[in-house]
Each structure stands twice: as C-alpha cells, then as structure tokens.
C-alpha cells in the first residue's frame, strides 16, 4: 500500500502539469454550464497511448477516470472516480444503491484481486419469497418493488477498493462526480429513451418523476439533467465513506422506502415492500474471492467466481474450446462450436452455481480440463445438440467415452439487460475490470427521496420457484447472493497484463465476454474489430439470440436456430499493444456508443 501512495505522491507531482494541458486541450472538462446549448465531451470508442487508459460506455465517466490518472491516481482510484460518474449520468444502470464485481490486477505483486460488491438477500428473505400461493409472482411486479431491493454492495466495494489498492480518499474519488452531478451532464439520445422505456412506471414513484421526468416530460436530448440530492449523498460519503449510506439517515430512509414503496397517491401499481431492516444494510460485507482462471492457448483468463456465474462458465467454455485448435478450422465452424461451448456451459451453470455461501458450487471441477473434455465430446461438427442441453456431473470421475445425456433441466429465470462495465489501466500495470448494476435498466424504478438515487431490483435474478428439479441453487435465502452473470475479465500474457474487458447484458454478458475473445484469441481480430462484430448469444434456450449483420445462413445449416435482437451487450476493455501502447476500447454503436480515453495520446518522449 505505502508503495502505492508514495508513488503516486512523486507522480502527482510529475502529472499535475499535464493536468494542465488536458483542460487546455478540452479533454477534461465538460462544456460551461453558461454555454446555451451544452456539450457533452467529445466521445470516440478507441484510443491509443501512455501514461493510462480508460473505457467506459459514458464520457464524462471516462474522463473523470483519465482526469484521476493525470493527477497520479492509480487504476483503482480512476475506477472508483469513473464509476461513481456513472451513478450519475448512467443512473439506470450503476449507483449506489446496486452492486457489483470488481477484478484487479496488481501491478506490484502480479496478483489478480476480486471483490464481491453482489447484493445480499435480506435475512428475512426465505426460499418462496417470490411466490404467492405456490406460484411465482409476475416478474414485472416484481422487478418494480421493494421485495426485489437487495441490500446495495456497491458503496463498500468503492470503499474496500480505495483502502486496499488505491492511493485517494474517498472525497478525491467523488469529487469530480459530485460535480457533474451538481452541474448536470447532458442528456444524450441513449438517456432519454431509456427514460421513456421507463416512463410509466417512474411516473408512479413521485421521487423518481421529480429527478428523471421534470415537469412530468421526458429529459430533452441536449439539456442538462443535475441531481443536487446525489451531490448531497455523494458529498456524505465522502466524508463518512460506505457507513454514510448503510448506516445513519441515508439508510433510514433506504429501508423506509425498501418496506413502503413511495408510491404517488393517484397510483395503483402494485409494489411490494420489501424485507430489508437496518441490521441488514449496518451488516453488509464485501467479499473477497479468489478469482477464476483458466488456461487458454497460453493465456490465463482470470474472471469472477460464484456468486457472479461469469468466471465459471466463460472458463468453462474456453477450455471445451481450447480441445479443438479452431485457429485451422473456417469462421461457421468456429462460431458452431462457441455456440455449442456456450450452450453446454449454459446447461451446467444453471444447474450447478449459486451463492458458495448457501450451496455446494463445484467450481475447481467446473474449470477442470476433464470435465471441459468430456462435455466437449458432445460437439459434432456436424450438427447441433438437441435443446435444451441437460447438465453433466462435475463430479471428479470422468468417462473416457462420451456419457450419455441426462436429464434435461429447464432455463433459468429471466435475467434483464442493463448494467454497466468499465476497464482502466494506469502506467504501473494496474488494471481494473469492473462490473456494476442496479440491475435493470431503471432498477426498481424507485429513488430514495431526497437522496438521488436507485434502488437496485437484483434479488429477481434468484429463480423465483425451483428450474433444477428440486436441486436450484439460485432460490432466494436469507442473506444470500443471487447468482450473477457478471463477466469482468483480465488476460494475462507471459504473468503481465494483456486484455481486460467485460460488459452489461444480464446473462448474455457471459457470450458477449466469450464472443469477444474467441474473436479475438482464435479469429485474429484487433480488439475494436472483436467488440464491434455483429454477435449472437446461446444459453441453452430454443433459439440463439442474434444481431443483425450475424451471418447465420450456414450455422442454420448445422441446426442452429436464430431469434433476432437488436443489440447485445455494451462491452468495454483495455488492451496493452506489442508496441507498449494502450488501447481503450468502447463499443462504436451499440447503446450510442462508448467513450475511450488514454492519458497520453503521444510517447512521453515525444512529447517533450
Ligand atoms: N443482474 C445481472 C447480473 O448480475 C446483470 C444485469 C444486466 O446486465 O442486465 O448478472
């Protein structure tokens, strides 16, 4: 640690003048508030140079982590910086009031970290908490209600992130993020359709209306949207850190709204309260976990484990991939056997992740390259797997022949798409690879009054009633973690860091982070190319989720079946080029477009 902060100490110093020219340049500041017509940053999806990186899918997010960088912050402390700007101009997606996974890699050790940020069920919460007479509740109602408010990980995760690796305070790491939200960002297209998605049920929840829907209207695509009463949280935590919202008013109010939805007189929507008390918000911990790792054609691929089922099951499925060189085989095949990789690994993290608090996950045996051999013997090249795909037994005792299937188990529950996903990297071989959430886009739909914020909806993402055959491990309990699809990632080449990317998209974040890396790995795409390629999602149901431009023509042929989406995911990563640059990657189109910065465009010895 004390390394860290001397270092950065002499580096603030060195970078303070750079600071300098980056607001001369315009990259660092949004446009005036006087302006009459405000400007968001200008925003690009790739970037390359030194000195530190950062891709997020928003620029003022972005640039408030390029801005800790100059100053001589780490990647852990632009991170932090970047996301809390994102609780503010991604609001439906990420904030305090959600969770998430946090996966680091420590330049100074050449140790990855992760930190499990997930939402707890509260301890009142019980198997059948999303039932009603036996059967499950409609998961509309549920999604927009208290029952579904777990407690929120994200403010002890900035917290534990910042104490452990990080080199600032909690008030340097909010600063600039409580100034946009006092001054507003502006309102881009993405935003304001995400509000009108949302309308309806926002217009229901006074608190929410008055800060999304001012005069009851959508936000106007170029105004500014500020959120005073976050600048007021934010401003709490930076003095009291993560205990500002889990103890004290914040969390008096949290809990009053979580047990009494503040519902508009004149409505009559039917919104749950929730579970939660103030012992379970007072008691939340952050988790440490060791991380996944796979070996993949020489790379170790390290991920998040249970309860997030993004480690395992993108680990799994690289090393069924990994029995075949698909280096020598055409673009259908490779793109079949993913999809297939993808449908198996499906099939077994329904039937086998959960909270490793409250169920047996057998994760060393779901990353195991027997377990992987025997599960990819039931890939033909030939032709598809009849759907859905039973599960197998990672049990240790592995047949030499191809077992015969099981029983088939039904897919898991609905999984919405929101969320967010952020990569940096600074200049001493820091990474930082960050999923977080409220869950759907919108969360709850419910903002705490007075305090500028959402409430997550993350406890839908348990199973509401048993897919397993009696044997779910995602049904709801008292403290427990629902099961993730959260997939952020780093790639480590010869021990250094490489690739660090992840991305939104409930569970379709697991084939994004997968897509992306075959993509990249096997198909010999940059890492821009690898994001913007058209992609497809298969997770074990009747048809594989596709975009359009995916050509599906001959792996129909091979028995696949299509649905078609418009867009998958919002990926963004971070990759160190043969050269030593940088480059930040955001997606070019899908939600808008991201926004990727570096610290320094040009080699600092050009520069001088
Ligand atoms: N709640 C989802 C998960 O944890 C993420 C939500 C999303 O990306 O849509 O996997």
Sequence with gaps: MSDHRDRSCSSTRIWSGL???????????????????????????????????????????????????????????????????????????????????????????????????????????????????????????????????????????????????????MNRALSRATTVARRGFVVDETFRQQTADNAERFADFPATAELFLPDGELPEVGTRLRNPDLADTYRLMAREGADAITTGEVAEDVVATVQDPPLAEDSDRVARPGLMTLQDLAGYEVVDREPTVVGYRGLEVYGMAPPSSGGTTVGQALNMLEQVELGELDET????????????????????????????????????????????????????????IAPGSPDGDYADACPEPGEALGPAGPEGP???????????????????????????????????????????????????????????????????????????????????????????????????????VDLGMSLPEAVAAPRASERNGTSTQAEPGFETAELVALGHAFSATPEIGAATGVELLPDGRLQAVAEP?????GSAMVVDPAEPERRR
């Design 19 to 169: 600071l300098a020219l980056g607001l001369a340049a315009g990259l660092l500041t949004a446009a005036p508030a006087a302006e009459a017509r405000p400007r968001a940053p200008e925003k690009v999806p790739v970037a390359e140079g030194y000195g530190g990186a950062v891709a997020t899918v928003d620029p003022d997010a972005t640039a408030a982590g390029i801005e800790m960088l100059r100053r001589g912050g780490n990647a852990v402390d632009a991170a932090v910086a970047a996301a809390a700007t994102l609780g503010v101009t991604e609001p439906y997606s990420a904030g305090i009031g959600g969770g998430g996974f946090f996966v680091f890699h420590d330049g100074r050790t050449g140790e990855v970290h992760t930190l499990d940020g997930r939402e707890t069920a509260p301890a009142a919460m019980q198997a059948d908490s999303f039932t009603e007479d036996g059967a499950p509740i409609p998961f509309a109602e549920a999604v927009t209600s208290g029952l579904s408010v777990g407690v929120p990980g994200t403010p002890a995760t900035w917290e534990t992130a910042l104490e452990r690796w990080g080199t600032v305070s």
């Design 333 to 388: 095949q490779v793109l079949h056997r993913y999809l297939e990789a993808s449908g198996i690994a499906f099939a077994d993290r329904n039937r086998w992740v959960g909270d490793p608090e409250a169920v047996d996950v057998p994760v060393e045996e779901l990353l195991s390259d027997e377990f992987a051999a025997e599960r990819a013997c039931l890939i033909s090249p030939d032709s598809t797997l009849p759907r859905p």
């Design 418 to 520: 929101s969320t967010t996903h952020l990569t940096t990297a600074d200049r001493w071989g820091n990474v930082v690879s960050y999923t977080l959430t409220i869950e759907q886009t919108g969360g709850s739909g419910i903002v705490v009054p007075g305090r500028g914020f959402l409430l997550n909806n993350e406890l839908t993402d348990f199973s509401f009633t048993d897919t397993q055959g009696g044997d779910d491990p995602n049904l709801p309990g008292p403290g427990k973690r629902p099961r993730s699809s959260m997939s952020p990632t780093i790639v480590l080449r010869d021990g250094e860091p490489w690739l660090a990317l992840g991305s939104p998209g409930g569970a379709t974040i697991i084939t994004t982070v997968l897509q992306t890396l075959v993509n990249r």
């Design 589 to 593: 189109e899908r939600r808008g477009g």
